[in-house]
């Protein structure tokens, strides 16, 4: 299964609404995650299940879809949330997937 | 708290092997099994293979079925990749990542190894 993302570049300014996209290229049911990935830093989980957040995830982070369409939204992006975000299918296993991600940077 | 530390740093040459190390705290193999992935510069993450606790075995991703194998010793609750045949396209980060009983998603990473390959 091949996820991709758009768009690959998002700058935003500290405040705004952000939505990154995340498409499959079958369904996934809702075996989707996002990850966070700041540099030099390993990958973070923000949520699982296409919409649960994972522990200590601000409520500002939220996910919706199913199927082959997927969003995560971040209402009003903070400083500490610039980074590249990563969505990974889990529902083919014994494989899994990323997307190539979308970096939100700095307007 | 389930902490993952992996080993440092590796320069090979084209033809070599690595072998990487991850030591699991706070859990064990059985609750938190250990998988890897690996990130190009500039690249999204790639699963490489892990340890399935339904199937009872390790599980690789078709591309490294050959070339990789991962182990895991109980008893210093470490677990191991190694790839063989290194090419300069193996440059990556390489992370052992897991969560609690296994569901296809990663919670806890460890920081990342460096494996540069170059003559």
């Known amino acids: 299964i091949v996820m991709t993302q758009s768009p690959v570049t998002l700058s935003v300014s500290p405040g705004e609404r952000v939505i990154l996209s995340c498409r499959a290229s079958?369904?996934?049911?809702?075996?989707l995650a996002w990850y966070q990935q700041k540099p030099g830093q390993a990958p973070r989980m923000l949520i699982f299940?296409?919409?649960t957040r994972a522990a200590g995830i601000p409520v500002r982070f939220s996910g919706r879809g199913s199927g082959t369409e997927f969003t995560l939204t971040i209402s009003s992006v903070q400083s500490e949330d610039f980074a590249i975000y990563y969505c990974q299918q889990y529902n083919n296993w014994p494989s899994l997937t990323f997307g190539g991600g979308t970096k939100v940077d700095i307007k | 708290q389930v902490q993952l530390v992996q080993s440092g740093a590796e320069v090979k040459k084209p033809g070599a092997s690595v072998k990487v190390s991850c030591k699991l705290s706070?859990?064990?193999?059985?609750?938190?099994?250990i998988h890897w992935l690996r990130q190009a510069p500039g690249k999204g993450p790639e699963w490489m293979g892990g340890?399935?606790?339904?199937?009872?075995?390790?599980i690789y991703a078709q591309k490294f079925q050959v070339s990789v194998t991962m182990t895991e010793d109980a008893s210093t609750n470490t677990a191991y990749m190694e790839l063989q045949g290194l090419r300069s396209e193996d440059t990556a980060i390489y992370y052992c990542?897991?969560?609690?009983?296994?569901?296809?998603?990663?919670?806890?990473w460890g920081q990342g190894s460096l494996v540069i390959v170059s003559s």
């Open positions: 990542a897991s969560n609690d009983l296994w569901s296809g998603y990663f919670t806890y």
């Open positions: 340890f399935d606790p339904d199937r009872g075995e390790t």
């Open positions: 706070g859990s064990t193999f059985n609750e938190s099994p």
């Open positions: 079958r369904s996934v049911s809702d075996n």
């Open positions: 299940g296409a919409s």
